[in-house]
């Protein structure tokens, strides 16, 4: 028999408590190595190389929602019997960290020219190392199944090594290339950016109209600009060649004013008749549209703003001017001389620098490229094929309207903390060479005066390569071959041209292999009111404040009951409070089921024996057969053919659900099932057999065991901590859930027939409900029902449900009838179902006079309440001068009121009718 101690041990506390729950479970999965993935040729495999965090990050709440959907698969597919692997790692986010460590130097008055590049890196991975892992600790407490022993960095040295060695390749290949061109140039991060990294503000801005007159002195040509103070750097006009205005004009030439400069007049039909005179001065180091119309045209380029964004010497007096200064100097310039005609207001969209949102500076400068065309072609007509899905399906298109018009790629940063790109130039015949290591003499002239770039490559240049080289390539190793191609992508719409398609083009290129078989675009998070989340406006949420507050189990389960297929979620800490307490009713629901499983001998079948597992007691009076052998010996009632039903078709939802990615689904389901149908309805038609001493008690309390067990199975991806702990408390065999089986339904369990009895069965226990709190009647004192229908057949189908509608309405009698006499209907009140009534007598539950006298006085008071509140709303000075949200505050309460005034009526005159007598 057990102790008292050893009964304690099979009791769960009375109030969950994430804080002593997780971090416990935490430290067991990885003790017991669970997360670690082996490879075992033959074994179904399953792989995620989850997107690395900037290694600068720290958990957001859109982190939360994409990486806890990793996680559900990955526990899942753990569940199912797949070897998984799921793979963590950070991105050494080039400019994000380099940035961060120039600010700490700033503190001081230095600048990272003062201590050299060497010292310079030395110092960012001593940042690296002591802030970079803050990011991977938050996901543990995210309860995240991560194979820590395979984390990686995009700089590790394997990783690095990779990088350098598909830089090559593709150099060799001739994909990769030095060229002149205009780019994206950030002043403040003395950076190129690309065109997918620049974010773009509407703000109200100028058009500045100007006169440039004719070199011939027969008059101007009056062109029309944003840009004012680039005008310096001008080599050009241009108009479209549709456009009559100007057909005498092209071929001459005018000149530049303030600077005198020739400028010859041209048609392209890039212009654009419609905007402003329909002539464009033209700026081909300041402009990428001018500068192409430079190179069909033949149009010299001048630089005239800087890498500083100051004005360059060829700028003349307004050198060493910042570019905004000297807009306004030349403005006024240009307005004394009487070149300036005319200024109008003007909405601008202005490209901004996603990092730091500086405003952009379109540059010529000399950078690398990456030819795409050619290495676009099979990442296109891959996910064409169908090889790659897109989920949702409409950003198929999204990905292949950009790739099949994909630009060359810049992929040189003027920074320092990143790869260095791999190139070294001949000092003397000018020969670039790209090698894994530096060369000791020239190629092509022998010279040894070789000077490596000094530039490092785009971050997203070594995240192209994560799928793969986080598996061991270049080199052919056993993960890569066992883990690879991976099976999904989770990730955010807006780096799809930033890294998806890169990551499929390379892997292409590489190893001839799709990287992924899904692309899963995750729900953007978004506040209560619509806006983006952002600690910066105030209108973020912290994921660990919720989770000290709540846990990491309802986070999760509130971010993924709402990760469907809109891409737009609302979300509040409000949303996790309502998971808490779902929290709370599955650990009371399991309290009861335990305190009601027998653990001692004597209340066990006879020839059952007990045996002690790891300090429990394990039944095998639970554990003993499988579970469908188990039940087919069992006389089930309605009530547990319905649960069994329930159950298998919440099996299916949920496999469904992870399947398809519809997470929501998913979760909806098991909420709506514990909740309603096993808490609510199940357990209230179990306690009063489980009082009872005969086998009704030994089968209920084995289906209560079964149905939370498998629910615990089927909730633990999502929940795993909470389902954790309970599956732990009670009969189980192994040594974790998140080993055990994922179930399998078995539509032998699916009945309909009883699913429409329960349906029935739970409607008219609602209906007597709202009828005795329409009558007032107190909450424990029993109420007669009488049912009347005409039909036999009716009568007998209520019959067969009577004991269980008893039970969960609180019904002393039941009784059955054609018809209620219309003498005794006052005496009644009644609800009305298709084919049969439903009855309560009034006599006796409640002083029929004395409720009326005090619904009349509610009445009353109330009628008062709403003709203030009307009287105000019916008062135009006050809709019109009081706030809006006042004024809508005044609408919800009055229809509050009306809504509460109906019901009172209603009551009132159902009671009435009634004779108390």
């Known amino acids: 028999m057990a102790t008292e101690n050893e009964r304690d041990e099979l009791q769960l506390p009375k109030v969950y408590d994430p804080k002593t729950v997780e971090d416990k479970w935490y430290k067991f999965w990885l003790e017991k190595l669970y997360f670690a993935a082996q490879i075992e040729p033959g074994k179904k495999q399953y792989c995620i190389t989850i997107p690395p965090p900037n290694v600068t990050g720290s958990l ?182 549709e456009d009559d205005r100007y057909l005498g004009l092209v071929g001459k030439n005018a000149i530049l004013p303030i600077v005198g400069r020739k400028l010859p007049i041209f048609d392209d039909s890039y212009v654009d008749p419609e905007f402003g005179t329909g002539a464009v001065k033209t700026t081909p180091a300041h402009d990428p549209n001018d500068f192409e119309m430079g190179l069909r045209h033949n149009l010299d380029s001048v630089i005239v703003i800087g ?199 390379t892997s292409l290129e590489f190893l001839k292999e799709i990287p992924f078989h899904d692309v899963y675009i995750y729900a953007t998070v978004q506040n209560e009111e619509g806006r983006r989340m952002s600690k910066s406006l105030g209108t973020g949420v912290d994921p660990l404040d919720l989770i000290d507050q709540y846990g990491a189990d309802a986070l999760r389960f509130a971010l993924l009951q709402q990760a469907g297929e809109g891409q737009d979620m609302r979300f509040s800490g409000g949303r996790v409070e309502v998971i808490r307490n779902f929290c709370n009713k599955i650990w009371n629901a399991s309290r009861f089921v335990l305190m009601n499983l027998d653990h001692e001998e004597e209340h066990l079948p006879p020839g059952v024996p007990v045996v002690r597992n790891e300090h429990k007691w394990v039944e095998n009076w639970y554990l003993g057969e499988d579970p469908d052998i188990r039940l087919s010996t069992f006389e089930l009632r309605l009530e547990d053919r319905w649960i069994l039903s329930r159950l298998n078709r919440l099996v299916t939802t949920v496999n469904k659900g992870f399947a398809a990615y519809d997470m929501d689904d998913a979760c909806r389901a098991l909420y709506e099932f514990i909740w309603s149908e096993y808490c609510d309805w199940y357990l209230e038609l179990a306690k009063p057999r489980l009082r009872d001493t005969s086998d009704e008690r030994k089968q209920v309390q084995y289906l209560l065991w079964h149905v939370l067990e498998t629910t615990m199975r089927l909730l633990h991806p999502v929940m795993p901590f909470i389902t954790e702990e309970i599956w732990q408390a009670i009969p189980h065999s192994g040594d974790s859930l998140m080993i055990r089986p994922f179930p399998v339904a078995d539509s032998v369990w699916v009945n309909e027939t009883a699913e429409k009895q329960m349906d029935e069965m ?124 006042v004024v809508e505050k005044e609408r919800r309460i009055q229809q509050e009121l009306q809504e509460k005034k109906a019901k009172l009526e209603e009551r009132l005159a159902a009671l009435s009718s009634v004779d108390s007598r």
């Open 60 to 241: 957001h709440i859109g982190h939360a929602l994409c990486y806890s959907i990793q996680d559900v698969l990955t526990r899942w597919k753990r569940m199912q019997g797949y070897e998984t692997l799921c793979l963590p790692g950070t991105d050494h986010a080039g400019i994000a960290t380099q940035n961060k460590v120039e600010q700490q130097l700033a503190e001081v008055g230095l600048t990272r020219h003062d201590i050299g590049r060497e010292e310079f890196l030395k110092r960012v991975w001593a940042w690296k190392e002591h802030y970079g892992g803050t990011i991977l600790n938050q996901f543990k407490r995210m309860g995240y199944s991560f194979d820590w022993e395979r984390e990686r960095f995009t700089m590790d040295e394997q990783y690095s090594d990779a990088v350098i060695e598909s830089f090559v390749r593709l150099f060799n290949k001739g994909y990769i290339y030095r060229g002149a061109r205009v780019i994206n140039w950030c002043p403040r991060c003395h950076t190129a950016i690309s065109d997918i990294e620049v974010e773009y503000e509407a703000i109200d801005g100028k058009l500045y109209y100007i006169d440039y007159p004719l070199e011939d002195g027969t008059g101007n040509i009056r062109v029309a600009t944003t840009r004012p103070e680039t005008m310096l750097g001008d080599t050009g006009v241009a108009v479209n060649p």
């Open 307 to 505: 890498p500083d964004g100051k004005m360059t010497e060829e700028a003349g007096k307004y050198a060493g001017m910042d570019r905004y200064e000297a807009r306004a100097k030349l403005v006024e310039e240009l307005r004394d001389k009487g070149y300036l005609t005319r200024v109008d207001d003007y909405a601008l969209s202005v490209a901004t620098c996603r990092r730091c949102e500086t405003v952009i500076e379109p540059l010529l400068s000399e950078q690398w490229f990456c030819r795409m065309k050619e290495l676009a072609q099979p990442a296109i007509d891959v996910v064409k094929s169908g090889k790659i899905k897109f989920i949702p399906e409409r950003y198929t298109k999204l990905y292949l309207d950009w790739m099949e018009n994909v630009r060359d790629w810049c992929i040189s940063r003027q920074l320092w903390w990143g790869h260095r790109i791999p190139v070294w130039r001949c000092d003397d015949c000018g020969e670039y060479i790209a090698a894994k290591s530096a060369p000791e003499v020239c190629s092509k002239c022998g010279s040894k005066n070789l000077t490596q770039d000094p530039d490092v490559l785009d971050t997203w240049f070594s995240s192209a390569l994560w799928p793969f080289a986080t598996l061991g390539w270049p080199k052919k190793t056993p993960d890569l071959d066992y883990f690879y191609p991976t099976n999904v992508l989770v990730t955010a719409r807006d780096i799809i041209y930033l890294w998806v398609a890169r990551m499929i083009f």
């Open 762 to 885: 739970m409607e008219i226990t609602r209906a007597i409900r709202n009828l005795r709190t329409e009558l007032g009647a107190q909450p424990g004192r029993p109420v007669n029902v009488l049912v009347t229908s005409p039909s036999d057949a009716v009568r007998e189908r209520i019959q067969a449900i009577s004991e269980g509608v008893k039970s969960l309405a609180r019904v002393g009698e039941i009784t059955f009838a054609e018809s209620l006499p219309d003498s005794e209907k006052r005496n009644y009140v009644s609800s009305h179902f298709m084919d049969f009534d439903l009855h309560v007598p009034v006599a006796g539950l409640i002083d029929v006079e004395k409720e009326l006298s005090k619904i009349e006085q509610e009445l009353e008071a109330l009628g008062k309440e709403l003709s203030r509140t009307e009287g105000k709303l019916s008062n135009e000075q006050f809709i019109a001068r009081a706030p809006a949200e």
